[in-house]
């Protein structure tokens, strides 16, 4: 784990210790309920605004007025997502069609300049519906992972590449260094350029709002983790990388002045394990807020089959994690959110009926290191635990999603149940109320 005596050493070496973060792009004068930053806090109608947050991709999904749209269950998890306190969902704008059998269906984009139209209405349905609520919305426009088809089938659209799912290949080395040619491929960058301005420019086909205007959207974030390529990316994919966000960044605030763009990083995970990189790629003005994402188990720190050996050193590794990206947003001078982590049920389970002490153990030393801090003054954010599965319910013996199934917090890349809190998980949603409570406490 990185220690700060590491990050300011890689911040000397990046040539930023010592002056001023760039001011970050902050909203129109007047649009009071914008969430905006000032200096290393978000605010929003006059007071300083916490994410006490879930994340919840497949929000658009529902909000479909056909086929695979379920508006009535849309609003009952809005509801039981606002009764605990939540108020901020992050949720995937586009997906791309592909053949990969563990991407999503069907798909925003069914090709090139093709357009789901039901789909985008979904997004409207939903973004109007987080308006009624007083809640907020973070967009990612892309994804770095194959289960909406994202960079890999990008690359398969304009360089006629086989779109790569690790999930049949098993080699995810290869997959990530691969995908990171998205970065670099012209004819990609100016299609997701299109589809870029294509959302961010969208008039809602419910309220007849212009999305640029509409305060219930947070942030555009430019993909969900993307990655430099894997761990051995070398120099010239890092710089590719850096510039990439620059400048993407800087496309959609040329698009829309009201709103803060984010990068969706993973913070070192998705870095190389490079605290240079993670910070030089997040130090242009045009990134607004630093995330990051916890994943114990995925990254195995944690034996859920083996909770009580494999705990003492996750939890450390986890504290310390957490703790030194707080500390490089304070060294950047911008606010930090932690808008994923999560944890397995007990016994590695998938079964709705499997308990969740574990998990719970786990998110209670979330929530209280990000609460402790925040009180603190320090420029954490906030959280968006991964995910939400509200009544949601898996419906194959084997736990993977197949078309027509419920949709869950678990993507189709992973099984039915892996980390999804459901309606049903009563000790889960009470240790969420009561920290999301702690959170809108801290707001004067």
């Given at each position: 784990m990185?220690?700060?005596n590491?990050?300011v ?5 990046a ?8 001011a ?8 009071s ?11 929003r ?6 994410i ?21 269950r ?16 992050r ?12 991407a ?9 300049g ?5 789909l ?15 809640m907020?919305v ?12 994202g ?6 659209w ?7 799912d ?16 998205f ?7 100016k ?15 419910i ?5 640029r205007d ?7 974030q430019?993909?969900?983790?993307p ?18 966000i ?8 040329e ?29 242009t ?10 994943w114990?188990k ?18 450390a590794k986890s ?25 397995d049920?007990?016994g590695?389970?998938?079964?709705i009926k499997a ?10 030393e ?8 925040a009180?603190?003054g320090?420029?954490i954010?906030?959280?968006?635990f991964?995910a ?16 027509g199934?419920?949709?869950?917090g678990?993507?189709?890349?992973e099984?039915q149940?892996l ?5 049903s998980?009563a ?15 801290l707001q004067?």
């Amino acid at each position: 784990m990185i220690k700060m005596n590491q990050v300011v050493a890689a911040l000397a070496m990046a040539g930023m210790v010592g002056g001023a973060a760039q001011a970050a792009p902050v909203s129109a004068a007047g649009k009071s309920e914008f969430v905006s930053v000032k200096k290393t806090h978000f605010a929003r109608k006059g007071k300083t605004y916490y994410i006490a947050g879930a994340n919840f991709w497949y929000g658009g999904y529902l909000g479909s007025p056909s086929g695979v749209g379920e508006r009535a269950r849309l609003r009952k998890e809005l509801d039981a997502m606002k009764a605990l306190g939540i108020n901020n969902v992050r949720v995937l704008a586009v997906s791309e069609k592909t053949e990969m059998s563990s991407a999503v269906r069907p798909a925003t984009t069914n090709g090139p300049g093709k357009y789901d139209e039901d789909l985008l209405a979904g997004l409207d349905f939903l973004v109007d519906e987080l308006g009624k609520r007083d809640m907020t919305v973070v967009l990612y426009l892309n994804n770095f992972w194959q289960w909406s088809g994202g960079m890999t089938q990008y690359l398969n659209w304009f360089e006629g590449t086989p779109a790569l799912d690790p999930n049949v290949t098993r080699d995810y080395d290869d997959y990530m260094a691969k995908t990171a040619r998205f970065y670099a491929n012209k004819d990609a960058q100016k299609e997701y350029r299109g589809t870029i301005k294509k959302i961010v420019q969208r008039v809602n086909t419910i309220n007849g709002k212009p999305y640029r205007d509409d305060p219930v959207i947070m942030s555009w974030q430019l993909a969900n983790e993307p990655r430099p390529g894997n761990g051995k990316a070398g120099d010239k994919e890092k710089a590719i990388y850096t510039t990439w966000i620059a400048e993407t960044a800087q496309y959609i605030h040329e698009l829309d002045k009201n709103h803060l763009v984010s990068s969706g990083s993973e913070g070192l995970a998705g870095s190389a394990q490079d605290a240079k990189l993670f910070m030089a790629s997040h130090s242009t003005k045009h990134i607004d807020y630093l995330t990051y994402h916890l994943w114990p188990k995925n990254w195995g720190w944690f034996d859920s089959k083996k909770p009580v050996e494999s705990w003492d050193g996750a939890i450390a590794k986890s504290r310390d994690y957490l703790n030194s990206h707080i500390d490089i947003a304070k060294t950047l001078g911008k606010p930090i959110v932690l808008e994923e982590f999560g944890l397995d049920r007990d016994g590695a389970s998938f079964d709705i009926k499997a308990g969740t002490s574990i998990r719970d153990r786990f998110y209670g030393e979330i929530f209280e290191l990000v609460q402790r801090r925040a009180a603190n003054g320090d420029p954490i954010a906030g959280w968006n635990f991964w995910a939400w599965g509200g009544a949601g319910r898996a419906a194959n013996a084997d736990y993977w999603w197949k078309q027509g199934n419920d949709f869950m917090g678990d993507p189709p890349q992973e099984e039915q149940g892996l980390y999804s809190v459901f309606d049903s998980d009563a000790s889960s949603l009470a240790l969420i109320k009561e920290h999301a409570g702690k959170l809108r406490a801290l707001q004067k």
